[in-house]
């Protein structure tokens, strides 16, 4: 089982940035796909970014251009660097495993406590 810890959340402005990670332990951290997921109040959780063990990547139409998915197998952590932030983005963010990008939805998997990122002026 892997145990997942996210980070980077916060306040910011529309039109800034932030940069959440997601520390893993307990398992084999380069043999697991990993995504990003978002809740907003009132909404079902959904898949924003995914990336593969090999470093693939896929986005949520909405984040394309915006976000981007990158992973250290090396520090067991992944990434999503989020720009030009929009109101919309704004969520409780969790980070998730599973076994590939195409089954993360309906994979079991591991979940996050998540990280609130909230984009306001």
């Known amino acids: 089982q892997v145990q997942l810890v996210e980070s980077g959340g916060g306040l910011v402005q529309p039109g800034g940035s932030l940069r959440l990670s997601c520390s893993a332990s307990g398992s084999i951290f380069s043999n697991k796909a990993m995504g990003w997921y978002r809740q907003a109040p009132g909404k079902r959780r959904e898949l924003v970014a995914a990336i593969s063990r090999g470093g693939s990547a896929d986005y949520k139409d909405s984040v394309k251009g915006r976000f981007t998915i990158s992973r250290d197998n090396a520090k067991n952590t992944v990434y999503l660097q989020m720009n030009s932030l929009k109101p919309e983005d704004t969520a409780v963010y969790y980070c998730?495993?599973?076994?590939?990008?195409?089954?993360?939805?309906?994979?079991?998997?591991?979940w996050g406590q998540g990280t609130q990122v909230t984009v306001s002026s």
């Open positions: 998730k495993t599973g076994a590939t990008i195409a089954t993360m939805s309906v994979d079991s998997g591991s």
